[in-house]
């Protein structure tokens, strides 16, 4: 059942917040992938229901599916209005959308104003709302004038970044959104990645609520977060956007690193075990010296060591090659590496005028 014109909306910004609801019919594993922001999950068909009337579909006949699929499609409507939307006043209007602004959602939008609520479908569904947002991705960033945070592993640049908002300035995390800290032993423990597409919502939303007059910034990151993809159009606007670098003596660099990779220290297992993906770039002699050290809970030395040995060549042979302005950058240093040392610097930023468009 596609929704009528009438009772049909076009993606785009403001509908995301134009409705009282927005209700995602989908399955359960769809919307854990990726949903429009605010969503709720109330699914016609739940992941198994969907393999059931599939199974009927293709082993008994269409209309046996349609039968077996109406009857379960009607429970779970019925659950939803029990369960979620039985509350809600005669002046509530949802938004309702499922894959392709079809069946499912044609089916909760129909029930929904048939009770006498305004529901909306979403034309097209979630993938009219994934072109937009791919195509929100390839517009959006060039309206911003960034300031890319450079600075060796460790010199603190995710926590200057940190400082930096507390300070008033604009701030695009995109580790943060990413849940990876960028580098080899980047994974963070209680944090799993999230899906390309989600990371791509999230991205875009956070993109449409800065401000184009005001300066972002932003960390040098390559192309890649862990297993998450930059969009072309944000690294290219990065490479080619003003930079400012942070620098900090071994010491701190180490002490900063130790406390960003404590929770390896208690699974000296799992950074052994990601070590090894180093091998193949420094051989088994060098990995093994490293995992060596990890067993002895030499983490001081081991920090210092995979320093100086794996993550500053990696940078000084990628940062100036990959972004065109390095070399003109405001250079700034933090002392030590506590946080206020970071409040400190952030405030002189934004003291200066980094944080105003030039």
Known sequence: ???????????????????????????????????????????????????????????????????????????????????????????????????????????????????????????????????????????????????????????????????????????????????????????????????QKMFETMLRRELAALDPGRAVYVEGESRKIGQLQVPEALIETMRAAQCVVIEADLATRVALLMDEYRHFFAAPAALRAQLDCLAPLHGRERVGAWQGLAARGAWAELVERLLQEHYDPAYRSSAARNYARLGEAMVTRVEYSEDEAFAQLARELVAQGEAAVA
């Not at 409705?19 to 594993?29: K, L, N």
Request: net charge positive; hydrophobic share 40%.
């Open 1 to 195: 059942m596609k929704a009528t014109d009438k009772h049909a909306v076009a993606i785009g910004a403001g509908i995301l917040t134009a409705f009282d609801a927005i209700i995602d019919t989908r399955s359960p594993s769809e919307f854990a992938e990726d949903h429009l922001p605010g969503a709720v999950s109330c699914p016609v068909l739940d992941d198994q229901q969907r393999a059931r009337v599939g199974t009927v579909y293709k082993q008994a006949s269409p209309f046996d599916a349609k039968k077996l699929g109406a009857a379960l499609v009607s429970k779970n409507i019925a659950r939803h209005l029990e369960e979620r939307f039985m509350a809600q006043p005669r002046g509530w209007r949802p938004l309702v959308y499922c894959w392709r602004g079809g069946k499912r959602s044609g089916a909760m939008t129909h029930v929904l104003r048939e009770i006498g609520w305004d529901a909306k479908t979403l034309d097209g569904g979630y993938k009219a709302y994934r072109r937009w947002v791919v195509d929100e991705l390839g517009a959006l960033p060039a309206k911003f004038s960034l300031r890319v945070v450079h600075g060796a592993t460790g010199c603190g640049k995710s926590r200057l970044l940190r400082a930096l908002a507390r300070a008033g300035a604009q701030v695009l995390d995109l580790e943060d959104l990413a849940a990876h800290r960028g580098s080899v032993l980047g994974t963070l423990p209680d944090r799993p990645q999230p899906s």
